[in-house]
């Protein structure tokens, strides 16, 4: 699944594709509510919409939701967007890289 600039997700506005990893595909979006950038966080297709997967999706949510560190992204919420769970993070500005 790739989500096109442009699409809303609940109350976030995709701007582009950032990347992709083992787990999961990150946007750039933009809250509509806070006026703020965030990064969302979708499990890949990869991945598929196994238990397992959205179990370590949340999970990955909630532990990160409990820790507070410079190094580490503040987790704004869960979601879930046409049956597909996402994480709202803190985006930070960074090089990119090759996008895969």
Known sequence: MIIPEGS???HFV???RL???GLGTIYLAEDLRLKRKVALKFVTDRMGLTEAAIKRLVREAQI???LDHPNIAAVHEIGEWQSKPF???AFCAGKKK???
């Open 87 to 89: 994480i709202a993070l």
């Open 98 to 100: 090759g996008m895969r």
């Open 8 to 10: 809303q997700v609940g």
């Open 64 to 66: 990160a939701g409990a």
């Open 14 to 16: 995709v701007l582009e």
């Open 19 to 21: 990347g992709a990893g």
